[in-house]
């Protein structure tokens, strides 16, 4: 018998494979090219549905999000992430 936990599956590839990872949700690159407008720290609105938004404190730039495997946050969304800097 198998115990070892089952990863979820990717949201891109579905891989079960490889390690889930956190993507920076804008670039940290991007942090030089606006540290003289924005501040260190903010508010971030999530809506669910028919719901009115809830608002959330957060720092720019350090906010992350997840579902992603390594291979991919790593692979192709890096390039993106290249080519859009």
């Not at 920076?24 to 720290?41: M, N």
Request: glycine residues 8%.
């Amino acid at each position: 018998m198998n115990d070892a936990p089952v990863r979820k599956p990717c949201i891109f590839c579905g891989s079960t494979e490889n390690k889930l990872t956190n993507q920076h949700v804008f670039a940290e690159q991007l942090r030089k090219r606006f540290e003289d407008v924005i501040g260190e720290e903010g508010v971030t609105s999530i809506r669910t549905g028919s719901e009115p938004p809830r608002e959330f404190p957060s720092a720019p730039f350090a906010d992350k999000i997840g579902g992603f495997c390594n291979k991919c946050n790593e692979g192709w969304m890096e390039d993106i992430e290249n080519q859009a800097i």
